[in-house]
């Protein structure tokens, strides 16, 4: 699979999505410069973590003005796979390619941390190979995690199955306890109605190298091999 | 271009308010041959501040050991320190101090110290891949402590997690000494392949130089002479001294800096931090043994009618000063280009030997450059010291002033809920500790970071370690206790000790008693740096924490120290692994709760000794522990430091929310046994399929090492009787923090 990672002035877990891609999981991966217009044939599109544009005027908010974007959404439109992580799930949710907002957490602190998540469903791209009963150790670090949509869109998204992960305690429940930003329905990750949109505020890049003990992560990663190659 | 000096002369009134002494004004004077304008005065002022010259404590440094097999640079030869780790890779690292910004700005102050820290370790070439802190505060209970640790942790964390290096270790402190003067220190290491670091150096005639990055604006002028001089009341008015920082900027300098090195048209490199332009501009051109011409019209500004003077001492952040290979200016402009930051020529290179700054076709300055920088024509002072009474009233503690106590558990909860000993989860949780991928010990946990070297079978083990209160107490014991702690930690975690950063915060150095505490502590430093062979790469001095009506801080010499794992396999971790696994204790048990946690905060007793410290028996103990980890023998290793023996198992428990039961030593005090702090002792677990094996080695060393006990399923238990469960005392150990903070 040819996965393309895209790079923001401030992205910062480019690096890392690569090193996961590339040496682990053995694919091609370009890096795509925010100013290019040419995704090269990629299969899938990553936007990565970090500060794009500093996350100055609110997270996201700026980088989906950056000239890859409009043909990011085109080839979205197209049924073509993008994939957003934290700060990439901002950015997708700013561009209006996924529904609904990420707020402030309700601690207003950032948070670095192991969370535990759960899959929703095993039908979408990113879960088909996760077990829907097991909670995966994954880290979340952010200060705007907080997703938000409204009651009409969340019951419309629950509707669907566009509801990827929400966050809950080591056992697979999910509770108020394990939600670490207050996010509405403890969600964690979501689709677009097409579902070849994805964005989660966990990053599985961080959990998918064995040299760090946790490869819960890369369980996403084998799903998206698992689908595009079948 | 006219060659006609413009502003006025200037007068020993003039040197005195910029914190000149009468005869550094003359020496000045002397140098120039003339009396120098207001412009270099002012030029001389900063490059002879304490901050920068080190005038006040560079004698006694240098008696520091500084040379190692595997030292790459030493101490003074470039911004970090440099350490060959094998593979064809070399590690830079340092710490530094940023207190006095952080005591008035806490949020802006720790946030510069960390953009700071990391441009030491990118001018030189190298990727800095882990960043770590060590905090000093006052009492936590204080409104304005709170305010403090509220401000330094965020102005940490959203400067470090937007430049997106993972925090992968520090330490938090709160004693009522710091109290006005929070210590606010931060290290970075960063990688880089042998023989492709820059130096700091100009050379090359006509070469040009240019300015990088941000545009320079009126913050932080002044700031090295602020951080030259004590706290006080007025300290509020300084506030133009404190810089500003901008993370995204930092994040762009990094990648266009690396970018730009890699096109081979870079002479010499140096970032801006303490005395801007002025600083960079004289020590790089001292060291190449040039001169420069500086046009100051042409750096871009961030505001209108800026003097020259403060042009030239701009203290803005996340600005480079770099010397390019004449004709390959358009590669290094490309660059910048690409990462959308300015890039402008400020200058050349000449062969007089001298700084000339001009404005608007004016010749500002004119000024040797080798007469401003340390190792060249700035001062060195040798200062008096004597020692203090306390020193020898300390010496009259004796345990039995103690009575024996007989609530042992509720100690035990008081300390396990004790903000020097509890949970810094509050604080850690705040920073991304694994951006970058390379944080091992993040489902690990070990006496040291363990950051793993991608595309090699290496890691480095990295550390910092100070118990100031030991140092305190005496300060070459003390000193040569964080040394070894140090040391220990690395050790504990399956690394070799390698080499050693300081950050040494003392109060004021005209203060004999101060300085007598900053003398022995370099000789105790120096005494355990040779034993443990980490010779000093670096760091920083920091003088003048005290405030006019507190007195000086503890004297706290941080010791940031690198350790080296040719193999990560060999790492080693803290935690309890299974309930039945033995625990041992290796090192003397010792009658002693000197300068202990429990006798300092439980007991109240401010000034004992420091606590048992014998360094050929450290040493001995952590070679034991090296060989069993060596030889896969031990499940677990853990040092005993602050808290003593039974925070210590607390510590190991946790993790697995496993438990302890152990027996106490008849020899030994019940609250020495399980609250002392003598040190030099490690704590192993050994499952039963080695016992044999460990026991026989145990033998051989002729060490000290007893089984005290054997891990459980949750239950804490001493000399068999119940000491509450480890759900019980995990609340309270890692609520602690947030329960004052929060």
């Known amino acids: 699979m040819k996965f393309g990672v895209v790079i923001f002035p401030g992205s910062n877990c480019d690096h890392d999505m690569i090193h996961v891609l590339r040496n682990i999981m053995h694919q091609e991966v370009v890096e795509l410069w925010h100013k290019d217009t040419d995704l090269q044939g990629c299969d899938m599109i990553i936007l990565p973590g970090g500060f794009s544009y500093g996350d100055y005027l609110r997270s996201g908010a700026i980088a989906r003005f950056s000239p890859i974007m409009e043909h990011v959404i085109r080839f979205s439109e197209k049924g073509g796979y993008v994939f957003g992580v934290c700060n990439g799930f901002q950015i997708l949710c700013e561009a209006g390619m996924l529904p609904g907002a990420l707020l402030h957490n309700d601690h207003h602190k950032f948070n670095c941390k192991n969370v535990f998540i759960k899959a929703e469903n095993n039908t979408t791209l990113i879960t088909s190979g996760v077990d829907t009963s097991k909670a995966l150790k994954i880290p979340v670090a952010h200060g705007e995690g907080r997703y938000f949509a409204d009651a009409e869109v969340l019951a419309q998204m629950n509707a669907n199955g566009q509801i990827l992960f929400r966050y809950c305690n080591e056992n697979g429940a999910v509770d108020a306890a394990s939600n670490p930003n207050g996010a509405l329905e403890n969600i964690a990750g979501v689709c677009n109605a097409g579902k070849n949109v994805f964005g989660m505020m966990p990053h599985p890049e961080r959990a998918a190298d064995a040299v760090l003990g946790n490869e819960d992560g890369r369980l996403l990663f084998e799903s998206i091999l698992a689908m595009v190659k079948a | ?742």
Request: charged share 20%; aromatic share 8%.
């Open chain 2, 1 to 742: 271009m006219t060659k006609t000096m413009y502003n006025p002369i200037s007068t020993s009134d003039d040197a005195k308010e910029l914190g000149l002494l009468p005869e550094e004004f003359e020496h000045i004077k002397q140098l120039l041959g003339r009396v120098p304008n207001f412009t270099e005065l002012s030029i001389y002022s900063v490059m002879w501040s304490e901050h920068c010259s080190y005038k006040n404590s560079i004698s006694w440094l240098k008696t520091l050991p500084r040379k190692g097999p595997h030292l790459l640079a030493e101490a003074g030869d470039e911004n970090a320190g440099l350490v060959d780790i094998g593979d064809g890779l070399a590690c830079a690292f340092k710490i530094e101090s940023h207190n006095h910004p952080s005591a008035i700005e806490p949020y802006q102050g720790a946030a510069t110290g960390v953009g700071g820290i990391n441009r030491d370790i990118f001018t030189m070439g190298a990727r800095p891949i882990a960043q770590l802190n060590s905090l000093r505060f006052g009492p936590i209970e204080s409104e304005k402590t709170k305010w403090l640790v509220r401000g330094v942790v965020k102005g940490i964390g959203n400067y470090g997690n937007a430049f997106g290096i993972p925090t992968v270790g520090g330490e938090v402190f709160f004693d009522e000494c710091y109290n006005t003067n929070p210590l606010v220190n931060a290290m970075s290491a960063g990688i880089v392949e042998v023989g492709k670091t820059v130096s700091a150096i100009s050379t090359g005639v006509g070469n040009p130089v240019y300015i990088v990055g941000s545009a320079t604006g009126k913050d932080g002028i002044h700031g090295a002479a602020f951080a030259s001089k004590d706290i006080s009341a007025n300290s509020a008015e300084d506030l133009p001294s404190v810089q500003v920082g901008d993370p995204f900027t930092e994040k762009l300098l990094l990648e266009a800096t690396l970018e730009v090195i890699a096109t081979g048209a870079v002479v010499g490199m140096q970032d801006m931090g303490a005395a801007g332009i002025i600083c960079s501009t004289s020590e790089m051109s001292a060291k190449g043994e040039h001169g420069m011409n500086i046009f100051l019209e042409k750096v871009p500004t961030r505001q209108a009618n800026m003097q020259a003077w403060e042009i030239l001492l701009s203290e803005s952040q996340e600005r480079m000063l770099i010397v390019v290979e004449k004709g390959k200016e358009k590669l290094v402009e490309a660059v910048f280009e690409k990462w959308d930051l300015n890039c402008a020529i400020i200058g050349e290179v000449t062969d007089s030997k001298r700084l000339n700054f001009f404005m608007n076709g004016e010749l500002l300055a004119d000024v040797p450059a080798e007469s401003l920088v340390l190792g060249g024509g700035a001062p060195v002072y040798q200062r008096e010291y004597s020692e203090p009474a306390y020193f020898a009233a300390s010496k009259n503690f004796k345990i039995e002033q103690i009575e024996e106590p007989t609530n042992l558990q509720e100690i035990a909860h008081y300390l396990s809920g004790h903000p020097n000993l509890a949970s810094k989860r509050w604080v850690y949780e705040q920073y991304d500790s694994m951006v970058g991928t390379v944080n091992m010990s993040t489902n690990a946990p070990s006496d040291a970071a363990i950051v793993n070297i991608k595309n090699t079978n290496r890691a480095i083990a990295l550390t910092v370690d100070c118990n100031a209160r030991y140092v305190q107490a005496d300060p070459e014991q003390g000193t040569a206790i964080a040394v070894s702690e140090a040391a220990r930690n690395i050790t504990c975690s399956g690394g070799e000790p390698s080499a050693v950063t300081n950050c040494l915060n003392f109060g004021n150095p005209y203060n004999p008693h101060v300085y007598w505490q900053f003398v022995h502590a370099i000789k105790g430093m120096s005494k355990a740096c040779e034993k443990f062979k980490t010779p000093v790469t670096g760091g920083n001095v920091s003088f003048y924490n005290q405030s006019s009506y507190d007195g000086p801080v503890f004297p706290t010499p941080t010791i940031g120290m690198l350790g080296i794992l040719p193999d990560r396999n060999n790492r080693m971790t803290l935690d309890f692994k299974k309930a039945g696994d033995m625990i041992f204790l290796l090192g003397e048990s010792v009658n002693d709760i000197s300068s202990s946690e429990y006798l300092y905060s439980y007991h109240k007793v401010k000034n004992s000794p420091a606590p048992y410290f014998d360094l050929q028996e450290e040493y001995a103990v952590q070679e034991f522990v090296k060989a069993l980890i060596k030889r896969k023998i031990v499940n677990s290793a853990h040092d005993v430091s602050d808290g003593g023996l039974f925070i210590n198992l607390l510590e190991s428990a946790i993790p697995r929310n496993l438990g302890f039961s152990i027996g106490t030593d008849f020899e030994i005090r019940k609250d020495a046994f399980l609250f002392g702090e003598a040190q030099s002792r490690i704590v192993v677990t050994v499952d039963e399929a080695h016992e044999e094996m460990f026991l026989e080695l145990a033998l051989d060393s002729e060490l000290a090492v007893s089984c005290i006990g054997q891990v459980t399923e949750g239950e804490i238990l001493v000399d068999d009787a119940p000491f509450g469960t480890v759900a019980e005392y995990k609340q309270t150990y890692n609520d602690a923090l947030g329960a004052h903070l929060n």
